[in-house]
């Protein structure tokens, strides 16, 4: 087990490799031997958040290898290895952790620890902070919590149980699949379904997202790492997405709907929406993004529990590899100030 120093260390450690690894040729970090290919990838976010305190430091990381075998030019055997600051706060030692085969215009089967199906087909609101808005946001963390929060408009289902996904290829208009999952402490057994539907031609450019699951006998469970782990006899999400892009705007909406059948303890289910709109000029981007969440809502007894997170950011990208954050909003009924930069490699 890690302890709270040895993490604080680690993240401060794996900052600073990152920030060696992208000041080298991005070539380095790529290597193909035969039939063999490896790669490296990640970021590194070091800045602060502060909310009518002292600054708080902000530390974020991401790294993501890869081992690649195509023993032809339409087939890929491959291993993937991802390690964060989220899995890293969790006393993990991964994020994911799973292998793959890849047939070029069929599909992909992957089996192991990663993420569902229904959320890799999911839509995200439009965000240019260092705050991942979209997954497992550093606000709830650093904000606290008064009582439970949906952090995530796009349907989870988490990532520690093994998981087998199968998803067809990546065409101009359309991506489907579905997953099961198990061989958990958590829970007895998961599946989930996703799909995507894409304009990607004309003018005005569009993609629209569903999904949906079903997870058996709850026992200490908790797909968004800011809930509440919840017990119950079982859990039912569906989730939508829409992106809308006009020239240089982005249009985005979201919603999840979660409920747990006689949940015990903590009522962690309910709903979560959001929208948001970006603008690219250059080298510049504005986000605006707003999210609501509303848990206890199916249960005469719990407690109804209202969050509202608005968040307005601001990002310069100086090169492919170096860009700069800014952020400022409100959640927790509080307001709140960020900023950070970020090293991509």
Request: with cysteine; hydrophobic share 40%.
């Amino acid at each position: 087990m890690l302890n709270k120093f040895s993490c604080r260390t680690s993240r401060i450690v794996m900052a600073s490799v990152l920030a060696a690894l992208t000041t080298s040729a991005a070539n380095a970090l790529s290597q193909k031997i035969g039939n063999f290919d490896f790669r490296l990838n990640g970021y590194g976010t070091a800045g602060f958040f502060e909310k009518q305190e002292d600054p708080l430091f902000l530390g974020d990381f991401s790294i993501r290898a890869q081992a690649l075998y195509n023993p032809t030019n339409s087939q890929t055997f491959g291993l993937v290895y991802v390690m964060d600051a989220t899995a890293l706060d969790e006393e993990e030692w991964f994020h994911q952790a799973f292998g793959f085969w890849q047939w070029r215009g069929v599909g992909r089967i992957e089996a192991g620890f990663t993420e569902s199906v229904a959320q890799k087909l999911g839509l995200g609101l439009p965000d240019v902070s260092g705050l991942k808005l979209n997954e497992n946001s550093w606000i709830y963390k650093k904000m606290g919590s008064d009582g439970p929060v949906i952090a995530n408009t796009i349907l989870t289902c988490g990532h520690d149980a093994l998981r087998v996904n199968v998803v067809s290829a990546s065409n101009s208009y359309s991506q489907y699949g579905f997953s099961v999952s198990g061989l958990t402490d958590e829970y007895d057994f998961g599946v989930d379904m996703g799909l995507k539907l894409k304009q990607p031609s004309g003018k005005v450019k569009t993609a629209v997202s569903f999904g949906a699951s079903f997870i058996n006998q709850l026992d200490g469970y908790s797909s968004d790492t800011f809930s509440p782990k919840t017990t119950a006899d079982w859990r039912a999400q569906v989730s939508t997405g829409l992106n809308v892009q006009y020239n240089s705007w982005i249009f985005g909406l979201n919603a999840r709907v979660i409920y747990d059948e006689h949940p015990q303890g903590a009522v962690t289910d309910g709903v979560a929406a959001g929208a948001g709109v970006s603008y690219d000029l250059l080298n510049y981007t504005l986000s605006l993004s707003y999210i609501l969440s509303d848990t206890g809502i199916w249960h005469d007894y719990a407690d109804n529990y209202v969050d509202n997170t608005a968040v307005l950011s601001f990002r310069y990208k100086y090169s492919k590899y170096i860009d700069v954050w800014a952020s400022g909003g409100a959640s927790r009924k509080e307001p709140f100030l960020s900023a950070g930069l970020r090293l991509i490699f």
